[in-house]
């Protein structure tokens, strides 16, 4: 009886023997890896590389199956090793903890009531270590670079070297990943109504530097705000906004991206809606913003109708006269919204706000009323009105160009359009025929021609004996503070006016019968403004996930 436990023992023994003799090989294996990527011998790239050492016995033998692999994942102080590779580098510990459990069972065997237990342990060890090693199967190394060298005994080891991973400086802890969590249902009604009181207030509010705190159901909450000021005179100004909190332990934020609104953002902006003036047959495609009562008349065959969303001031919309039944929806297809805030016209128009860098060949000045033709090849002509003097000619800058008036100066433009161009006049701008772009952004959207007219007091549409009949075309972003009026407009031409951009106006004159008038916004406009263009003093949410970021207190970021 002694000689068949001393001979079980033996065979038991062997695989013990020929595992641990593995283990010892592979883990030789690994340190002569590390030792040779520190020697001088290896290349430099490696230094930031993450190295794969991937060890396959040769062949079956003594419980290990042929087709078994065991990863491990070494790595510089320097780099992050993801998180898969972790995973897999366990397989060794796997395996040298299944030699261990092995070796209990041997010595369970003189206690009987000890080796079922034994037996069950090393059994979960083992298929632990397998369900790991189908991790480190399911690596993928297509996209990395393999160097293979022989070992010494016949084990083979494949050093495979990732992309060089671009990295700051190691943290001296390391940082929790952070999860993503939804927002309440109340909160987020709670930061609705925040974010759109900022919305209408942001530059008023002078803590907004520093930061907002405030308490909602015995929580505290802190708002911080970035601002992005604008690149140039055509882009927008934007702000990042940082909402945090402290619950259970947890830092939770979240942060949403603001911009603020120039006047061309709308495709109809007024003031002050003139009480003679009715929209009857008109057309307008893309946002509308009146700062009071608009006056609408409709009749079973002719309603006007806006495709865009309509906000007023006030608390409703005045139907002058109407004739049948027409759904509201039928009218206003992209929403109405009442009573909100009045949208304030700027004091002053700066036509280079302040730091913007403008070169002196950029900007002609006009000191006497002048004729403005466009032409398709970039370049433009000037007459002084009334003056015998022959016209001028000039190119358009390759950037932007300024064509300014002096105060009590009026300038008459039409003609074709080729660069990014603003005319700005403190008195007025008349617009004598056609105003059309070199390239049409309804066909060509990344075309890059734009046309800003600014008044501070009066854009008009000349009479039709200088327009002459039939449709008049203007691609533009318009901007008359005091009004803008359509001369003539009691002649029975009945042709369309079509503005390709936008209007904001403090007051417009009626169009009719002259015109009808259809506006459709230029959705570049949404990210980009003609030169120097009249900014509001609200601002929109751009982009918020309208989620928590979840993160343990006193991480370093």
Do not use: C
Request: net charge neutral.
């Amino acid at each position: 009886m002694p000689q068949q436990q001393a001979k079980r023992r033996d065979v038991m023994r062997r695989p013990i023997s020929i595992a641990m003799a593995i283990s010892v090989v592979i883990h030789l294996a690994l340190l002569m890896a590390v030792e040779w990527m520190l020697s001088d011998k290896a290349d430099a790239s490696i230094s930031n590389s993450v190295l794969l050492v991937i060890i396959q016995p040769p062949e079956a033998q003594d419980g290990f199956s042929a087709n078994e692999k065991h990863v491990a994942a070494v790595a510089t102080s320097e780099v992050a090793i993801p998180a898969k590779i972790r995973e897999a580098a366990r397989a060794l510990d796997q395996q040298a903890k299944f030699v261990a459990a092995t070796e209990t069972i041997v010595a369970a065997e003189t206690s009987p009531n000890n080796l079922n237990t034994a037996t069950v342990a090393a059994s979960s060890e083992k298929q632990a270590a397998v369900d790991r090693e189908q991790v480190a199967d399911e690596i993928d190394v297509a996209s990395v670079r393999e160097d293979t060298v022989v070992a010494p005994s016949d084990v083979v080891t494949t050093f495979t070297v990732a992309e060089p991973v671009v990295t700051g400086r190691a943290s001296k802890t390391a940082r929790p990943a952070s999860v993503q969590a939804p927002l309440s249902p109340k909160q987020e009604k709670m930061l609705q109504r925040k974010i759109t009181a900022w919305t209408e207030n942001l530059d008023k509010v002078p803590e907004a530097a520093a930061g907002l705190t405030w308490r909602y159901k015995g929580q505290e909450y802190l708002a911080k705000f970035t601002q992005l000021p604008a690149e140039d005179g055509m882009s927008m100004q934007r702000v990042i906004v940082e909402v945090s909190t402290e619950e259970d332990g947890k830092r939770l934020s979240t942060q949403l991206r603001m911009k603020r609104l120039a006047f061309s953002n709308y495709a109809q902006f007024v003031n002050r809606w003139d009480p003679h003036v009715q929209i009857h047959n008109d057309e307008v495609d893309g946002r509308f913003h009146s700062n009071s009562e608009i006056n609408l008349t409709y009749s079973r065959k002719v309603k006007p109708l806006f495709h865009g969303k309509v906000t007023t001031t006030a608390r409703r919309i005045n139907i002058t006269n109407s004739r049948g039944y027409v759904r509201r929806d039928q009218i206003f297809s992209g929403g109405l919204q009442t009573g909100v805030r009045v949208i304030r016209l700027p004091k002053h128009f700066l036509p280079f706000p302040g730091g913007a860098e403008v070169a002196e060949d950029q900007i002609h000045r006009f000191d006497q009323d002048a004729q403005i033709t466009f032409y398709a090849d970039g370049s433009y002509d000037w007459q002084v009105i009334g003056s015998e003097s022959p016209q001028q000619r000039a190119v358009l800058s390759k950037d932007v160009s300024y064509l300014i008036a002096a105060r009590k100066v009026k300038l008459h433009v039409k003609g074709t359009v080729n660069g990014k161009v603003l005319v700005y006049s403190p008195e007025r701008i008349v617009i004598d025929g056609d105003l059309v772009y070199a390239q049409n952004p309804e066909e060509v959207p990344d075309a890059d021609d734009y046309l800003g007219l600014v008044s501070d007091k009066y854009v008009d549409i000349a009479p039709p004996d200088v327009t002459g009949p039939g449709d008049l075309v203007i691609n533009a972003a318009i901007y008359a503070k005091r009004r803008f009026v359509v001369r003539g407009y009691r002649s029975r031409n009945e042709a369309l006016l079509y503005i390709y951009g936008s209007l904001s106006v403090g007051s417009l004159s009626a169009t009719e019968p002259r015109y009808y008038t259809r506006i459709r916004f230029d959705q570049r406009l949404e990210e980009l403004r003609p030169p120097g263009f009249p900014m509001t003093d609200r601002f929109e949410v751009e982009s918020w996930d309208t989620t928590w970021k979840v993160e343990p207190i006193g991480i370093l970021h």
